[in-house]
């Protein structure tokens, strides 16, 4: 079981979100991995996570930089796995400079808020990736790599929205669509 915590995930427009949903189905349906749809996860790349969150500190940061930002092209390229216990599988969207500066920029809003950012997540460290499979048999990685190789990768779209959810259970805490301008500066 995953231990408890909180992160910031970048969620997609319908269109990609429904590609990544494919491979999951697919891994479920051959009982590869079935560990996302369970925990009620959604199509995500994740930004930061820790295991305490200042959430009202956190929501204003998020709304603030939501409305700094437009949708995010996004554009999955390769696949590939963690070299962790937990046998992740993953798709690898093209680490553009704007996904880049996106991460970068985000760093900078919560850092500036005193809130510290853990090694993997900091912008020379960060691994962007787009989970498909999780606790993967062993035996059965390689099956799960051909089924994903068979997804007709490259795919397209856009990174749409920015959320603060909670885990295990995933359940969303708020979120927030980029690139809209609700809050006026003075």
């Not at 969620?11 to 991995?33: C, G, H, M, T």
């Not at 190789?149 to 959320?163: C, E, F, N």
Request: proline letters at 8%.
């Amino acid at each position: 079981m995953s231990q408890q915590g909180y992160a910031i995930e970048l969620y997609f427009d319908p269109a990609l979100e429904n590609q990544v949903l494919k491979a999951w189905n697919i891994l479920a349906r051959r009982q590869i991995s079935t560990q996302l749809i369970e925990i009620e996860s959604r199509p995500h790349l994740t930004l930061f996570s820790s295991p305490f969150m200042d959430i009202t500190k956190l929501e204003n940061i998020l709304r603030n930089f939501a409305t700094k930002q437009e949708p995010l092209p996004v554009c999955f390229s390769s696949i590939g796995s963690l070299p962790n216990a937990t046998n992740a599988l993953f798709l690898g969207p093209t680490p553009t400079l704007s996904l880049l500066q996106f991460h970068s920029q985000l760093c900078d809003a919560i850092k500036k808020e005193g809130i510290e950012i853990g090694e993997e997540h900091c912008p020379d460290y960060w691994i962007p990736y787009c989970p498909v499979a999780e606790e993967v048999p062993r035996t059965r990685l390689a099956e799960a790599f051909n089924v994903l190789r068979d997804l007709k990768l490259p795919v397209s779209g856009y990174a749409m929205d920015i959320s603060l959810v909670e885990y295990p259970p995933v359940r969303e805490l708020f979120s927030f669509t980029l690139g809209t301008h609700q809050i006026t500066e003075v």
